[in-house]
């Protein structure tokens, strides 16, 4: 678990005091809406459809007890009781006042938390795969790089008026489940020749023009790891285009002038800056890797989680969807699921935080990570502590055995909240998991990831969906287009266009026609929809989607 | 959302932003401002309209980012055209907060003192 030290906590109480300071002087008129606006932004605040809405860091995801208590304090003081996780691993708060926002900055400050850098052109918080640390596949723990590159990048004076925000993220696994591939810089740990290093990936990203990154560096030694990105990221900001926001990211300086262009750029770059990197980079990840050690794990029995297993099939299902194999014996990763029945995906109560919170002290070595999928992981649960766990995650409603499955939906705020989108996708995603529950599908179809946006922004990742959802508006009226074949993990894919729209009352019947077509072709039920999809090319889903043309 | 909107006698409009302190939506009433959409000015004459505007952003300690925006006349008062401007009005979807919520905790705090 890694500890906040007293100068980050000063740093960012520094700051609050700086936004209330801020807040102050536009109250009063000093300051107009277009002076207040960046300032605003900077400290994560923006101003949505109904409210202003907070966005806070949660650094790669990783997550204290006391940190989870304190965003349970700000949904219940200053927000209407609950939150929202981000598929960038933070936390939206969807009804703060502005007026209340610095109070809700002093909170976070006592425990380190902040909400810098959560928007604007700047770089963005760094994510990572949510089982850093635990997964049986990992080449290295990617938490200490990710704190070393957020450390570098807080403030980095050079890079806070970026042609466009910039994501990084990293993973540490063979199993890539931080998404690097939709990433402007994805970093994936591996080996060569018995040193660590990394595979660097540049130039991905979803949105209007949505691009899988390339690999730009097959193999980066881990102490080259700052100087490299800072090349990256000090290229694109020379190159990258101004003059058009919708042509500002860095998957379209790639795209626009070529790989092989920004490699040599970067390279030249990169010889260039690291002459000015003279060890302290290196010193730090040391202090970070020893920071982020690994827990004093358990050796114990677990007869009595095989036992609940053969005694509570609720139990079973929830362990065969739910569980993560961990890299130690005897222990397992969890996923609680934030996608109930009638639950909006990612919403968390103020009371399901603090149960949290409670249940990584009694069973999870104090450690909690925010996944990408709007779920929230216990890295480190000794088996024999799941019956309990279930047992309390159950009674708070948290124990729905769907993690991958039809229902575990990434959705977007969409227009219920956000002021950009063009559609709902909210309902739709209450509607599509209703469905499928009600009718018992849901563990016949197995793994499926259906990723919903309110708009062409993407933050639902619907191009990443084995289906995908976009809402849009036609003519006055919500119309969601139907993507297949996307793949964030395990071949990274943008879906396919299906064909025409459909109005929202007949998206769910669409949905269903879908995967009724997919039972029937797939050749045994461990044959995915995304695996019968790349076996059988779009024809027999375009045709299930769209029957009248495929009769015509 | 179209914030060029232009109001005219057929196809008329209200001015709406949010209130700079908490957030909430608001509409343009009287040359002040209401959190009920339905007690909102509704603009048909575009000279008058974007007077009305002017004042709006004349007023940044109250308004942010005021805006025209199309409405039609109910029997309650302005309605809104576009699905959108339905949600302000509303709230979200997905709980019962927002503006709807307040309406109803208004409407019941109004029968509270009625019965008096």
Known sequence: MFDIRPVETDYVRQRAAEFRAQVARRLDGSLTEDEFKPLRLMNGVYLQLHAYMLRVAIPYGTISPDQMRTLALLAEKWDKGYGHWTTRQNIQFNWPKLVDIPDMLDALADVGMHAIQTSGNTIRNVTTDAFAGAAFDEAADPRPYAELLRSWSTDHAEFQFLPRKFKIAISGGKKDRAVIAAHDIGLRLTEQNGKTGFEVWIGGGLGRTPLLGQVVRDFLPEEDLLPYVEAIIATYNLAGRRDNKYKARIKITVLERGLDVMRAEIEEEFLARRRDFHGADRDALAVFKDRFRAPSFRNAPIDGYEAERQANPAFRSWTDTNLHQHRVDGYASVAVTFKAPGQTPGDASASQMRLLADLAERYGHNDLRVMHDQNVALPHVHKSDLPALYAALREAGLATANAGLTSDIIACPGMDYCALATARSIPIAEEIADHFRTLGLEEEIGNLNIRISGCINACGHHHLGHIGILGLDRAGVENYQITLGGDAYDIPAIGERAGAGFPAEQVVPAIDRLLRAYLEVRQDPSERFIDAYRRLGQAPFKAALYPAQADA | ?116
């Not at chain 2, 008329?12 to 957030?23: A, C, F, Y």
């Not at chain 2, 009287?30 to 009920?36: F, L, N, S, V, Y």
């Not at chain 2, 007690?39 to 300690?61: K, S």
Request: charged share 25%.
């Open chain 2, 1 to 116: 959302m179209s914030k060029a909107f232009t109001p005219t006698a057929d196809r008329p409009g209200v001015i709406t932003g949010n209130d700079l302190r908490e957030g909430h939506n608001l509409w343009m009433c009287d040359g002040g401002w209401t959190p009920d959409p339905r007690r909102a000015t509704l603009f048909e004459d575009e000279a008058i309209a974007e007077l009305a505007l002017l004042e709006a952003i004349g007023q940044p300690g109250v308004i942010v980012g005021p805006y025209l925006v199309e409405a039609k006349r109910g029997p309650d008062g302005p309605e809104p055209v576009h699905f959108r401007e339905a949600f302000r009005q509303r709230g979200p979807s997905n709980y019962f907060h927002g503006i709807q919520a307040d309406r109803r905790t208004a409407e019941a705090q109004k029968t509270e003192s009625a019965h008096v």
